[in-house]
């Protein structure tokens, strides 16, 4: 774990009561789980290895140097979110809906860097890819979770 993993784990000590710093780990967590998830091909289909092998194909592969390749992709092993992760993730990935819904420019913003912490990325990565400034991206995240904040705090939600 590096040091930076580390003072995360640190600082998400659970506060008596919702802030804008919490919110913002909180959104970013939801946006880790959500990519955990396993997603479909757009086809409507359920996700299911692409073929199933044969001893023949086996031995084919083999022959032209490419089964370790197919042995690698079947041996992937993808790790899923916990219930207790995907609850907390469909409570907090609507906040900023509910809560910034009638402003867009913070509800872009929240959600925007948001996803860039969970990449393990900043607000210069959310300019770089959107255009404008850092420091706009990233107070504007900041006043957005300030209000959902609030917002928690005023309907009395628990903290987690």
């Not at 197919?70 to 993808?78: D, E, G, K, L």
Request: charged letters at 25%; proline letters at 5%; a neutral charge.
């Amino acid at each position: 774990m590096d040091a930076l993993a580390f003072a995360d784990e640190l600082l998400d000590e659970t506060p008596s009561r919702w802030s804008g710093p919490h919110v913002g780990r909180r959104l970013a967590e939801a946006m880790r789980t959500l990519a955990m998830l396993p997603m479909g091909t757009g086809t409507g289909r359920a996700i299911w290895p692409p073929y199933v092998y044969e001893w023949d194909d086996l031995l084919a592969q083999q022959a032209q140097g490419e089964l370790e390749r197919t042995q690698a992709m079947q041996n992937r092993i993808r790790l899923l979110p916990s219930s207790r992760e995907v609850q907390r993730m469909e409570i907090a990935i609507c906040w900023p809906a509910e809560h910034l819904g009638s402003k867009d420019h913070l509800l872009r913003a929240v959600n925007a860097v948001a996803l860039a912490h969970a990449l393990e990325r900043d607000a210069g990565w959310v300019a770089a890819k959107r255009g404008g400034y850092a420091d706009t991206w990233r107070e504007r995240h900041d006043q957005g979770c300030d209000i959902i904040a609030i917002g928690l705090r005023s309907r009395r939600v628990p903290v987690f």
